[in-house]
């Protein structure tokens, strides 16, 4: 299986994202910042999707979105309802 990587943290370090976790009152955003701050630190996709309870795939969106746009693309993408 791939590893996840972030290929563009755009500035943001696991230190810097654990602080944010902490200031985000949306348990559903939080739960984002937490899993890509999972995947920097080294946790498989499978890891950080079992830390945060949710699917591996859903991880894997996460990181795309954090290096397509970075955490402020990540924070207000919505997923689609279903």
Not at 58 to 79: A, N, P, Q
């Amino acid at each position: 299986m791939k590893r996840l990587k972030i290929t563009n943290d755009h500035g943001w370090t696991p230190r810097t994202l654990r602080k944010q976790e902490r200031k985000i009152k949306n348990t559903l955003l939080r739960q984002r910042v937490m899993a890509v701050r999972l995947v920097m630190e080294g946790y498989l996709g499978k890891e950080a999707a079992s830390m945060v309870n949710v699917c591996r795939q859903t991880v894997s969106r996460y990181v795309s979105l954090c290096d397509e746009g970075g955490l402020e693309l990540m924070l207000h993408w919505d997923f689609a309802p279903g």
